[in-house]
């Protein structure tokens, strides 16, 4: 069974620009979950999806982050513009469905570094 | 906030020993999940307890869990250099919410 993809696997940017990163997770699983973790911390939720609905989005920075699920499949999570504050690893996990028995699958992670 | 908290924060131990690591959380859960994470790498699901549930094996780990105290513990018994990672705890309510982690190295 192949894994949650992400890519790219590392960026780097200057404050101020754009960046987009893509997730592809396990096939069937209908709950996706993108995740900031700041350098020696948990990892953050950003975003819950159900299918392609938004079921958490309460600790996303709505100002400068967005993400979507077209067709419930793929996600892209995007910052603009971005600030140093954002360099982190963004992880993105997949579950069958949400509840009480879920396991989360996560990917490798993309790691920003905004100078 | 996060909600669960791992302690200690960092331990070394020689190969072959247990480790033991504690999470502390605030409120109530519906379960509480410990995952494993490499250096550089994603997360890794090691074992998850339902919140009416005390103890769980899987391998080489133990996990248990005192609601009435609102802590957890995971014990990985005799010990390999490939164990070397941060493990963190994530407690789930209505959403899920990790710790900072607890950083462990196995020395050789």
């Known amino acids: 069974e192949a894994g949650v993809a992400q890519s790219p696997r590392y960026k780097i940017i200057e404050k101020r620009q754009s960046v987009a990163f893509w997730c592809n997770p396990i096939s069937g699983h209908a709950t996706l979950y993108w995740y900031q973790q700041i350098l020696g911390q948990g990892p953050k939720l950003l975003i819950q999806f159900q299918n392609n609905g938004v079921v958490d989005d309460s600790q996303l920075p709505k100002d400068r982050f967005s993400a979507e699920r077209l067709k419930g499949v793929d996600s892209t999570l995007k910052i603009q513009p971005a600030k140093l504050e954002d360099s982190a690893v963004y992880l993105c996990a997949s579950s069958l469905a949400p509840g009480t028995g879920d396991t989360q699958y996560f990917g490798p992670g993309t790691r920003l570094t905004v100078l | 906030s996060q909600q669960g908290e791992e302690d200690p924060q960092a331990l070394s131990i020689q190969e072959g020993e247990n480790a033991t690591m504690n999470c502390s959380y605030k409120?109530?859960?519906?379960?509480l999940q410990w995952y494993r994470q490499n250096s550089g790498r994603g997360l890794v699901h090691l074992i998850l307890i339902r919140s009416n549930e005390r103890e769980k094996h899987s391998g080489r780990l133990r996990v248990t869990l005192d609601t009435s105290k609102k802590s957890s513990s995971l014990l990985i018994t005799a010990s390999r250099a490939a164990d070397t990672a941060s493990y963190f705890c994530a407690t789930r309510h209505d959403k899920i919410i990790f710790g900072k982690g607890t950083r462990l190295h196995i020395l050789p």
């Open positions: 409120t109530s859960i519906n379960n």
